[in-house]
C-alpha cells in the first residue's frame, strides 16, 4: 500500500489522484498504526471516533469521484496538539494533557482546525502534549500529561530514562512532543504543533522532522489553550519542505502578511540563491547542562556534525558568515529572570480564563480553579515524578503594574530585535541565522516575533536520537526558510524514519 513511516503528504495525494488509494483506506492504515504502537509511545491522546472519522473520509472520496476537489490536503489525515480546539460534533476533548479539562466543550473548532477542515484534511486524532504546554511546573518531564503519560521517542533505544534530566537525551523535548512523535512513527503524514518557546523546534528536532514556527500572528490563535499570544503560534510538523509550505498555505492568515506569489509551495525551489546565511557559534550556543545532561560523546558529535553542517552551508549558500556574535539570551534578564518567563508568568493567567469563557460543561473557570483541581487530584495530577505546579502558582501571585509590562516587552523586543537579530542582518548582510535547534535561537523567536525553522542533521550514536539545526529570519520571511529548507533537503542525505520494535507492537503499561 504505501510505508507510513516516510509517506508525505504529498506522497498520498498523488496515490489519490491516480485512484491507487481512497482516503478510506489512509484512514485505516494510520489507525492500525496508533493501535499497534500507541501503547508504548503514548504519541496519541485520543482519536477520533471510527464512525465520525470514516464517515469524513468517504465524503472526501465522493467528493473526489464528483472532481471537486478542495486542495492538496483533500483527503489527507492530519493529527492536531490537544491544546488545539475542537467542537464535540468531531468526537473529541480538548484538555491540553489535563484532567481537569476533560469533558469541557469548545463552542467552536479552532479557526485553524476550520481551515484545515475546508481544505479537506481528516483530523484522526489530537496529540499528546506536555500538560499545559509545560507552562505547569519546573523540572516535569517534557511529553508527559496526566491524560497522555508519557511520550516515548520512537528513535531513542531504551526508552525515556526517570532518572534523565527534564530535557535530557533520553526525552523527547516538548511541549508539542506527540505531534512530532506521532509523524515520525507513522501516524499520521503531518500534524500542527504550537510553540510559545521551543514547544516546535526542539520536539521537531528529535524526530527527524522540518517544522516552522511561523511569523507571530500571521496563523489565527483563537480556540488554541494558550500561555501568552504575545508568544505563542501555531505551526506545522512534516517530513519534508513541501508539506510545511501546503500547511502554511492553509493556515496563514493571507491578510496579515504577504504570502508569495503561487502560495507558499512556490518558495520549495530546492535553491540556494538568495540565502544569505550567518552561523552561530555551537560552543556558546546550546543547552545548559542541568537541562540536557551530557553524555559522554553524544555532545561531541553534535558539536562535530553541526561543524560539518556549517562546511556544507559555507560552500552553498549565496554567501556566509561563520560564527556572528549574536548576542546572548543572559541579556533578557532583568533582575535575574528571563523577561520572557516573566511575561509568561503575567499572561496565563488572564488568557486561559478567556479561554475558558469559550468552552461549557467545565468546573474550571480560572487557573486558580485549576491549580485546587490539581490539589485536589494530586495522585493523578501532581504524582511523585512529576509532582510541581510552581508555574502556575507563581503565575496566579503575580502582580505586575502596565509600566512594569511595557517595560518588560519593551526590553524584550530590544534584545531580541534591535541588539540581537537585526543588528546581525544589517551588520553581516546575512538574511538567516542558523545555529543548533536546541538552543537559545528559539528564545529570539519568540522575543522577535521572527520564523524559526528546523533542518535535520544526524543520529546520535549512543541512543539514535535525531539532532539537528534551527535557521531564523526576518518578519514575514516564512518563505525564506521553507526555501532553506527545500535547499537543505536536496542538498543532504534523506531522513531516515525510526525503527519500531517488535516489542512495542501491542504494548501494555
Not at 521572527?450 to 539514535?464: E, K, M, R, V
Amino acid at each position: 500500500m504505501f510505508d507510513p513511516l516516510t509517506a508525505t503528504a504529498s506522497d498520498l495525494q498523488e496515490l489519490l489522484t491516480s485512484q491507487q488509494l481512497r482516503s478510506v483506506d489512509l484512514v485505516e492504515k494510520y489507525r492500525q498504526q496508533i493501535d499497534t504502537y500507541n501503547g508504548y509511545l503514548h504519541a496519541v491522546l485520543q482519536q477520533a471516533p471510527l464512525d465520525v472519522v470514516m464517515s469524513r473520509a468517504a465524503a472526501m472520496d465522493q467528493e473526489r469521484q464528483e472532481g471537486k476537489l478542495r486542495g492538496p490536503l483533500h483527503g489527507i489525515p492530519i493529527l492536531v496538539k490537544d491544546n488545539i480546539a475542537t467542537h464535540p460534533d468531531l468526537g473529541m476533548d480538548t484538555t491540553a494533557g489535563s484532567r481537569a479539562l476533560k469533558g469541557s466543550k469548545p463552542r467552536n473548532n479552532a479557526p485553524v482546525v476550520e481551515q484545515l477542515l475546508r481544505a479537506g484534511a481528516i483530523i484522526i486524532g489530537k496529540a499528546n502534549l506536555s500538560e499545559l504546554s509545560y507552562y505547569k511546573g519546573t523540572g516535569l518531564a517534557c511529553g508527559w500529561s496526566p491524560v497522555g503519560g508519557q511520550t516515548q521517542s520512537a528513535y531513542v533505544r531504551g526508552g525515556f530514562r526517570d532518572d534523565d534530566s527534564f530535557v535530557g537525551h533520553s526525552n523527547t523535548s516538548g511541549s508539542s512532543s506527540g505531534s512530532a512523535v506521532a509523524v515520525a512513527a507513522g501516524f499520521a503524514p503531518f500534524s500542527l504543533g504550537s510553540e510559545t518557546e521551543g514547544s516546535l523546534i526542539s520536539p521537531s528536532n528529535r524526530a527527524a522532522l522540518y517544522t516552522l514556527k511561523p511569523t507571530m500572528s500571521i496563523v489565527p490563535q483563537a480556540g488554541v489553550i494558550p500561555i501568552a499570544k504575545l508568544f505563542d503560534s501555531v505551526g506545522p510538523m512534516t517530513k519534508n519542505a513541501r508539506d510545511v509550505a501546503l500547511l502554511m498555505d492553509v493556515l496563514v492568515n493571507p491578510e496579515l502578511t504577504q504570502i508569495p506569489k503561487g502560495g507558499y509551495v512556490s518558495a520549495v525551489t530546492g535553491q540556494w540563491n538568495g540565502l544569505r546565511i550567518g552561523t552561530v557559534d555551537p560552543e556558546v550556543w546550546g543547552y545548559e547542562a542541568d537541562a540536557r545532561k551530557p553524555q559522554p560523546g553524544a555532545e561531541e558529535q553534535m558539536l562535530e556534525e553541526t561543524r560539518l553542517a556549517y562546511e556544507k552551508l559555507h560552500g552553498l549558500a549565496e554567501s556566509y558568515h561563520h560564527h556572528v556574535p549574536l548576542i546572548t539570551e543572559d541579556a533578557f534578564n532583568v533582575d535575574g529572570k528571563n523577561a520572557i518567563f516573566t511575561l509568561l508568568s503575567h499572561f496565563i493567567p488572564s488568557e486561559f480564563a478567556e479561554y475558558m469563557s469559550t468552552v461549557t460543561d467545565s468546573s474550571i473557570s480560572t487557573l486558580e480553579d485549576l491549580i485546587e483541581y490539581n490539589r485536589a487530584h494530586a495522585d493523578v495530577e501532581l504524582p511523585p515524578k512529576n509532582p510541581k505546579q510552581d508555574l502556575i502558582e507563581d503565575a496566579v501571585k503575580m502582580n505586575l503594574s502596565k509600566n512594569e509590562v511595557d517595560s518588560l516587552i519593551h526590553h524584550v523586543r530590544d534584545v531580541g530585535r534591535t541588539r540581537g537579530i537585526d543588528k546581525i542582518f544589517a551588520d553581516f548582510n546575512v538574511n538567516i541565522i542558523v545555529g543548533p535547534a536546541e538552543s537559545g535561537l528559539t528564545g529570539f523567536a519568540s522575543a522577535t516575533g521572527y520564523p524559526i525553522a528546523t533542518l535535520p542533521l544526524g543520529y546520535l550514536d549512543f541512543n539514535g536520537r535525531p539532532h539537528g539545526l534551527a535557521a531564523i529570519a526576518g518578519p514575514h520571511q516564512d518563505a525564506l526558510l521553507i526555501q532553506l529548507q527545500s535547499a537543505w533537503e536536496t542538498s543532504t542525505a534523506p531522513r531516515k524514519p525510526p525503527v519500531l520494535q517488535p516489542k512495542w507492537a501491542h504494548y501494555q503499561s
